[in-house]
């Protein structure tokens, strides 16, 4: 099993114009400011298709952070595919309670979730809707490895 981890601003970026006014951009997170609108995240996931097995990631995971002081409402979508091929969406829900962060707030996607084998394709993102004071923290991807690399 092999796994790359990675910091939001390194893999993830405000989807619309607007969001990106919302979002706050820090080594750690990357943070909807906002006090009263969502703001829409992307992330992308880079792994070693060419060594997984079957070409495939078998685990998407994500944390977050509910930095407000009421409850919030996460809605993130798993997406595989490229423009113009056939993708597979898979949408979670996640009830944040004031101050979540950790195993309280990770939202994660198995291959098997995507009944289509959309994780074969090599290509795995999530786009999210972040409430407003909710951040997006580490993720992964994971595969298991069919053959060492030389």
Known sequence: MHSNSSAPAARC???L???ELAIRKRPLTIQNDSVDTGAWVTCGF???SGYAAGGMATLVDAYFTNYSSTAQTLNCSGVTGYEGGE???VGLTLELAPGATGEDANLFWYADDFEGGGMSTGLVMINCYLPPGVGINDSYVYWVEE???V
Do not use: G, R, T
Request: hydrophobic residues 35%.
């Open 46 to 48: 880079e792994f070693d």
């Open 13 to 15: 970026q405000a989807s």
């Open 17 to 19: 114009p607007m969001s």
């Open 147 to 149: 053959v060492a690399p």
């Open 87 to 89: 993708n597979e969406y």
